[in-house]
Nanobody, 122 residues
Framework: VQLVESGGGLVQPGGSLRLSCAAS????????MAWFRQAPGKQREFVAR???????NHADSVRGRFTISRDNAKNTVYLQMNDLTLEDTAVYYC?????????????????WGQGTQVTVSS
């Protein structure tokens, strides 16, 4: 699975952005789609996740401000980010987790996009 993020950019505090993650295959067959972010000098952290059955969860730091959603027809996952703060500045990465049958049993595959930069600055 190839993932391509877009929608990042420079925004003022309190502003909004919508990130997109386009997958190279049907996301209906992918178990989890998620957003992570990595700020300079910090570890990559979880932001939000949506599963194939529509279950959603968001990190405490973004709950109420960010919303993850998916459009299966477009094979795209979105992250709507509102009320952005300086602390939201990071490279945002899309992640896909697919559990697929292999010769014996199942195997978990993890895929990452190249990331898109979000900079919140006045």
């Amino acid at each position: 699975v190839q993932l391509v993020e877009s929608g990042g950019g420079l925004v003022q505090p309190g502003g909004s952005l919508r990130l997109s993650c386009a997958a190279s295959e049907s996301i209906a067959t992918i178990n989890h789609m998620a957003w992570f972010r990595q700020a300079p000098g910090k570890q990559r952290e979880f932001v939000a996740r949506i599963t194939s059955d529509g279950s959603i969860n968001h990190a405490d730091s973004v709950r109420g401000r960010f919303t993850i959603s998916r459009d299966n027809a477009k094979n795209t996952v979105y992250l709507q980010m509102n009320d952005l703060t300086l602390e939201d500045t990071a490279v945002y990465y899309c992640n896909a987790i697919a559990i697929r049958p292999v010769e014996v049993g199942k195997k978990t595959f993890s895929y990452w996009g190249q990331g898109t930069q979000v900079t919140v600055s006045s």
